[in-house]
């Protein structure tokens, strides 16, 4: 998410996240910073894990992670369900925001294809908290 600048800056900073943790997400969205507070309410690793927003922009953002093994590939779908802020405004900002969200998603989704089909994984993974992993 570079083009955001986005990244973590309080709760879980680094390695995998766990159930019941929190992170605190720094990015620049449509020119404006603002940060982003996200709690793990759901987590079958590896099938599946839910963040929803604790303190954030959005009235409600609701992000289920679900993870699908087909012989040597992975599937990963996302659902995102958000409800925009501003009362009756935010219900009319609501196109354009699924707009963003949805570009913003692809590209995130597409770095994180890239990621896991290199090594390139290997630079985000803690290996003292996961060792199992590197």
Do not use: C
């Amino acid at each position: 998410m570079a083009h955001t600048n986005e990244k973590a800056v309080a709760g879980r900073t680094s390695g995998l996240i766990q159930f019941g943790e929190v992170v605190t997400w720094e990015a620049r969205h449509l020119g404006i910073k603002q940060n982003l507070t996200s709690k793990i309410t759901a987590y079958n690793r590896p099938f599946h894990f839910r963040d929803e927003q604790v303190q954030g922009i959005f009235k409600s953002i609701i992000h289920d992670h679900n993870f699908e093994q087909r012989g040597e590939t992975v599937i990963m779908k996302d659902a995102f369900n958000f409800e925009s802020p501003l009362g009756v405004l935010g219900k009319v900002a609501t196109v354009f925001f699924k707009r963003y969200l949805t570009k913003l998603l692809i590209n995130r989704n597409n770095t994180i294809k890239e990621y896991a089909e290199s090594r390139k994984w290997k630079l985000v993974i803690d290996p003292v908290t996961h060792p199992q992993q590197t």
